[in-house]
């Protein structure tokens, strides 16, 4: 958009509240003297002249001129050539044309062109002082609306920035408060301590690794922290019971994400987020739960977190069975690719092994690295 070359217009006002500078083109040089006596009665208004139409190209790129009044009939270009340049230049420089003759097919392109006005020669003084009067005028009312306008826009990305930080500390407000909820189902089994940062970790590289842009990886994240909080109170209390488990409490578990799902509902998340935590048991084949979905039918958000929970629940150690080695579990999500887990996220989660491995075991807080840079 088109910006004035000063926001100061207003401190050198006169009677009409604005500075003014005024171009004459006109290669009759006794023309161009007689209108530039003339116009040099308007109050606090500079007068620039100049009988060369590419001058008057250098002087309107440099100077913030708000009426050029110009002749037609020039060597090299014409009036109507300029006024054309001049509109794509600056819309709010109004432009008056000088013409001995009134040809209705150059007026008819002038008009076209958004001309002022025009003069015939001869004109009186006072003609071309109102015609001036009424340019400036028009000149300063659309100054004052492009402005308005970048003021305008100005604040509305302002409001924007500040609008986004509200929903960015509105985030880590509510990412706090999931943390509390993670804390308080895994609180109670020390087998599962730290099992959704790490599997958010997990999901995040992989995110990244399959090339998630920074939205999409917000969503793996809350999804991923949230998982299982459908186990929150007594299905927990079923994960980590130390016995075999009834036919009737394995299908209360398999509900999990189910009940974390409505738990999350009020909170109006985003679907990748709700699918996160409804469909990170389902299987490719289609012999997962809670509902038995398959292939394309489940989210690829799901199936990321499916195979970071898979590999961190195989290498955790439980109180009713031993873990495997982080090597024999990569393994192991190798051998059920395609049946339980996506191939593509298997197969990178394979090839990228050794970066997973390193991430999860470093001492540092590998979350907090990844949740800066989204
Ligand atoms: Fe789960």
Redesign the pocket.
Known sequence: MYKPYSDNFDNLDTESGVYRKILIIEDDLSMLRCVQTMLRELPLTEVLTTSSPEDALNILSSEPISVVVSDICMPGYSGIDLLERIYKFNPNIQVILMTGMMEASVMRRAIQLNAFDFLRKPFEAAELMLTVKQALNKNQLLVQNTLYQNKLEMLVEKRTVELLQAKSQLETHYLNAINSMINAIEVSDVYTVGHSERVTTISLLLGRLLKLDAEELRYLRIGAML??LG?IGRINALVTKNHRLSRDEYDQIKQ??VHGAKIISPLGLPKAVNDIILQ??ERQDGTGYPYGIKGDKISSYAKIVSVA?SYDAMTSRRAYRTNLEPRAAAEELLENSGTQFDPIVVRTFYREFDLILKTISSKTSLNEELFSSI
């Open positions: 998982h299982d186990k999990h994400p990170h048991h929970d």
